[in-house]
């Protein structure tokens, strides 16, 4: 590897998302960047989470990219291996593994305003790039509680998404923590194989009927013959979902109806009454992310699992202690506690063009213009940004809309010419965020009565759009150049100056 690499454009994660932009950028003509990656394979999310049961919640022909779609899905709910090895496909397909560059984790990287382009330093060497587009990813940073006592617990100890495959869960205890979209995929998987689980619940799921099947030989053959039966498949998965949105973000109690499904979904697998009532939200459905699973509860009545409804408060040597005062004996303790959504790991190490930090700027919370660019932090653009989440539709769908942007953020850079960078408006981001904030008031995440890690500290929501992924597409199709200060390359030795104070020193001379 060069000891220092300039390149036009750097993407930093090797997910969807940092795949989605090589593509779009080969796409665009642009083969002068490089993919910066901590791990030393693609697939982000789907490298990282490798536990028992990994699958999607959203259907695999809504869940991976229009722009390469796979007539192969071997289930609606296709499985974590299918889809990491859809990932390395693409990266094959689309001639993306020359600008791959693994075992390079982006410690810092600062705006340099002399040159107007970003300086990287990763663990595998440097770069400067005259564009970042960082795709990092909201669930990749995997969170831990801290649990007095956890240190000396003799046992095994682990998070979902870095699960222990040396560990053998056979004939063992297992504490499982948390009931998110992992957990109820975990806990099916391993119910049958462990002596004992026991089930940490803070807060019970919504749990929904998973329509789950495999996709039968002939109509992949049909997929594969017929490519637009695909393009149908996925649009009418869209449609349905697409339909859904106003329930979430307009009118939360049309949800109601939804409530009482759910509950009979869980009354058909559950019989204890007790049980039951330990199961039963008392949130509105939706508030938290709607999970799906025909295996979660049926599991959860057999007579080797415990459900504690309490949180994990205390480890004493090899007893867990809930916060209700349960005690329980256990070899394993797995946590599905999440990731770190709205601190962003990544925004502690960009430093822009007043020395400050994005998560010092993002002290308050995080605010994108489009979700995608931040005041302060010129050419510089991050897929799955603030407000960019989804409650019930494929994540698949926004980032291809934020690569709309960045490809057209590219083609202004272009035609504006010369060394030239764009900087948010903090009126342009202050005016986004007010609009997504004032819409944000109706939603069932921030009226459903729940706490979760869709909002921030400040109980803000700052993790899901509330609109349909038709709307966040058409206000992400193209830049609007009042929403930016265009950044020219200063002479040497003075400082970095705007389009106006050009313009206005071009009228004194
Ligand atoms: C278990 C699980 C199931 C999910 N299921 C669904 C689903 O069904 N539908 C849906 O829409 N969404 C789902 N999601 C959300 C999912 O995260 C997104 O859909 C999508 O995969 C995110 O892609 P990404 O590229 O943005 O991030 P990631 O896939 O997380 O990729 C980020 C990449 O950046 C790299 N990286 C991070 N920091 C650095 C650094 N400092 N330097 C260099 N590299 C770095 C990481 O190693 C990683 O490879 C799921 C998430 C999880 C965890």
Not at 113 to 137: C, H, K, M, N, Y
Not at 140 to 165: E, Q
Not at 349 to 365: F, H, I, P
Request: glycine share 10%; proline share 6%; with cysteine.
């Amino acid at each position: 590897m060069a000891e220092h690499e300039h390149v036009r454009v750097a993407v930093i994660g090797s997910g969807f998302g940092g795949l989605g932009a090589a593509v779009r950028l080969r796409r665009e003509g642009i083969t002068d960047f490089v993919v910066l990656e901590r791990a030393d394979g693609v697939g982000g999310t789907w490298r990282d989470n490798t536990y028992p049961g990994c699958a999607c919640d959203v259907p695999s022909h809504l869940y991976s990219f229009s722009f390469a779609p796979n007539p192969e899905w071997p289930r609606t709910f296709s499985g974590q291996e299918h889809i990491r090895a859809y990932l390395e496909h693409v990266a094959e397909v689309f001639r993306l593994r020359p600008h791959l560059r693994f075992g390079c984790e982006v410690k810092r990287m600062a705006w340099n305003a002399q040159q107007l382009r970003w300086d990287i330093e990763t663990s595998g060497g440097s770069f400067s790039a005259d564009v970042v587009v960082s795709a990092t990813g909201p669930l990749s940073d995997p969170k831990m509680p801290d649990i007095p006592g956890l240190d000396s617990f003799p046992g095994a100890v682990f998070h979902s998404a870095r699960w222990d495959h040396d560990y053998d869960v056979r004939g063992k205890r297992v504490a499982m923590v948390g009931t998110g979209a992992s957990a109820i995929q975990i806990v099916p998987s391993i119910q049958p194989d462990v002596a004992k689980l026991v089930l940490f619940q803070r807060t019970p799921a919504w749990v929904m009927p998973r329509v789950d099947r495999a996709i039968s030989g002939p109509e992949r053959s049909l997929h594969r013959a017929l490519p637009f039966t695909t393009k149908l498949r996925r649009g009418l998965l869209w449609g349905i979902r697409e339909l859904q949105v106003q329930a979430f973000t307009k009118r939360p109690n049309e949800l109601g109806f939804v409530e009482q499904l759910a509950k009979y979904n869980m009354a058909r697998a559950v019989k204890d009454p007790a049980l039951r009532a330990k199961l039963t939200p008392d949130y509105r459905i939706g508030c938290k992310r709607i999970l799906l699973s025909n295996t979660y509860y049926p599991a959860l009545a057999r007579p080797n699992v415990d459900v504690v409804a309490s949180g994990l408060a205390e480890v004493r040597g090899s007893t867990v202690v809930a916060a209700d005062g349960t005690e329980a004996e256990v070899d394993a303790i797995v946590f599905g506690t999440g990731f770190h959504v709205t601190g962003m790991p990544m925004a502690e190490r960009v430093v822009g063009a007043d020395g400050r930090t994005l998560a010092e700027s993002w002290s308050e919370g995080m605010k994108g213009l489009r979700g995608a660019t931040a005041s302060g932090f010129p050419n510089w653009m991050t897929i799955i940004g603030p407000n960019t989440g989804l409650g019930n539709s494929s994540m698949i769908l926004m980032i291809e809309s934020q690569l709309n942007y960045m490809a057209d953020y590219l083609r202004q850079l272009d035609v504006l010419g010369g060394r030239v960078a764009l900087d948010a408006r903090p009126r342009a981001v202050e005016a986004w965020n007010h609009t997504v904030q004032e819409r944000m008031k109706r939603t069932v995440w921030n009226t459903g009565g729940c706490t979760s890690w869709y909002l921030d500290a400040n109980g803000r929501n700052t993790t899901v759009w509330p609109g349909t992924t038709t709307e966040f597409r058409n206000a992400t199709r193209r830049v609007d150049l009042g929403e930016y200060e265009v950044l020219r390359a200063p002479r040497a030795g003075a400082a970095a100056a705007t389009e106006e104070q050009i313009a206005a020193a071009e009228a004194r001379a």
